[in-house]
């Protein structure tokens, strides 16, 4: 088998365990490519854009499939969908993969699996597409965005055609990693030069010098600065929580829904060794990547909890300084990162998703201490999840609003409405994310 076969039989594997088991696609991934870490670095690279690129482009792949084949796609077996899948994804996305051995290749590993009588049946629709790609094109916007037509329709309705195209678009866009430096433990200057020596270019986004744009580096973990701390992986908009709440030294900061803790660990750094963060969440699992990551940054100042958000705790009544509530969502915002969000959301748990967020917030405003911040925040594009339950929490809680725009970064001041900012990506350079900020009232 040659390292291509390889690759594809491992982005195969993958795409198996995300469309026909349900499982997320961003941690099948990274089992996989830990599991085959020996691979080279263009091998892992094919492996992750195949895999990524054809979840990406699943809805449109899906739609040519049922253009050019008899069988239609849900009638397939799941093997024999996957493989067709991604075999398109190839032939229309992948200019230097030739498509004879697109074509063999999905034949070899039909046969392989043991799909031997449907290795003609491949092969024909595989060959009739690549003659007729050309000619391949799109009416509809959803598909050519391949983005679920709900989805498209509500961004329209609440941006406009030119912004939801642009939100669309983004998805379908690289962007590089982005690194937040934990200050407290290395300057910036450091952590920059540590990261070129090791061939990793590193440039600083627009929303500040101590987030970090990297590339030129092969898997994250294998970065020495995320090795040791130095650098958190983080996207810009995620960690504008941080610079928003500003803990003052001795602050306690409780973090309700904490996993992987990004936010937490930021909060810790800020607060550079005094005061204290928890960090809670709901399972045993979400619970050991907050304590994965405080372990490789060494903070002392946060500490974990195995709790459910939407059950009291008395001990902590009033007791926050700063409460920190980035609760579940439907993740919208993040689709570019984890495109099984598409397949797996669907419009109706956009209600049962901010109906969710008010039970938890029901709860957790009850830690804030009076004069304490409330921070309110989701990594998705959507009134009912956003705007609407901000406005629910200044109607119905003891808050009042805190304006954000002197504490944003010069660049997005002006995206701000009152206390709340809702980040747009392909208009940001950044996820889809929302922040709203509140004080709570003195009595």
């Known amino acids: 088998m040659t390292k291509q076969s390889s690759a594809r039989e491992i982005a195969l594997d993958v795409l198996l365990e995300v469309q026909e088991e ?3 696609s961003h941690v099948v991934l990274k089992q996989a490519l830990d599991k085959y870490r020996y691979l080279e670095k263009q091998d892992r690279a094919f492996v992750t854009r195949l895999a990524e690129g054809t979840l990406e482009y699943e809805l449109q792949l899906d739609e040519i499939l049922n253009r050019y084949s008899k069988i239609k796609v849900s009638k397939m077996k799941p093997l024999i969908r996957a493989l067709l899948r991604m075999s398109v994804y190839q032939l229309l996305y992948m200019e230097r993969v030739p498509d004879p051995a697109v074509c063999n290749e999905a034949v070899g590993l039909a046969r392989k699996r043991r799909f031997e009588g449907l290795s003609g049946f491949v092969n024909g629709v595989l060959r009739t597409i690549s ?19 709900w989805m498209l329709s509500m961004w329209e309705h609440t941006y406009g055609k030119e912004t939801a195209k642009q939100i669309a678009a983004s998805f379908l866009e690289g962007r590089p990693l982005t690194v937040r ?3 407290s433990l290395a300057p910036v200057s450091h952590i920059r030069g540590e990261l070129e020596a090791q061939g990793i270019a590193a440039r600083s986004h627009p929303f500040g010098e101590g987030l970090l744009e990297l590339s030129g580096y ?3 973990d294998g970065i020495g600065e995320f ?7 983080q996207d810009p908009a995620s960690a504008l929580v941080g610079r928003i709440a500003s803990p003052t030294a001795g602050s306690f900061v409780l973090d309700v829904c904490a996993a992987p803790g990004g936010k937490a660990l930021h909060a810790a750094d800020l607060l550079a060794g005094t005061g204290m963060v928890e960090a809670r969440d709901l399972t045993e ?3 050991s990547l907050i304590e994965e990551n405080r372990a490789r940054c060494g903070f002392l100042n946060l500490r974990t909890a195995l709790w459910d958000a939407v059950k009291f705790d008395p001990e902590l009544l009033e007791r926050a300084d700063i409460v920190l509530a980035d609760l579940p969502c439907s993740g919208l915002g993040i689709i570019g990162k984890k495109p099984d969000i598409k397949r797996r959301i669907q419009e109706t748990d956009l209600a049962e998703l901010a109906a969710l967020q008010r039970q938890i917030l029901k709860t957790v405003w009850q830690y804030v201490r009076p004069g304490g911040l409330l921070l309110y925040s989701t990594c998705t594009i959507s009134r009912q999840e956003n705007e609407d339950n901000a406005a629910w929490i ?3 809680l003891p808050f009042e609003k805190r304006a954000l725009g002197p504490l944003l970064p010069e660049c997005i001041r002006g995206k701000a409405k009152e206390n709340c900012l809702q980040l747009l990506p392909g208009r940001e350079p ?11 009232k003195r009595i």
Do not use: M, Q
């Not at 090795?227 to 958190?232: K, L, M, Q, S």
């Not at 950044?430 to 709570?440: E, K, S």
């Open 22 to 24: 349900g499982r997320p």
């Open 131 to 149: 003659r007729k790609k050309e000619d391949i094109a799109f009416s509809e916007p959803w598909l050519a965005y391949s983005i679920p037509e």
């Open 181 to 183: 430096c934990n200050e």
């Open 218 to 220: 092969d898997a994250p």
């Open 227 to 233: 090795a040791n701390g130095h650098v958190a992986i």
């Open 285 to 287: 699992y979400k619970v």
């Open 394 to 396: 200044a109607e119905t």
């Open 430 to 440: 950044c996820d889809g994310f929302f922040i709203a900020a509140f004080t709570r």
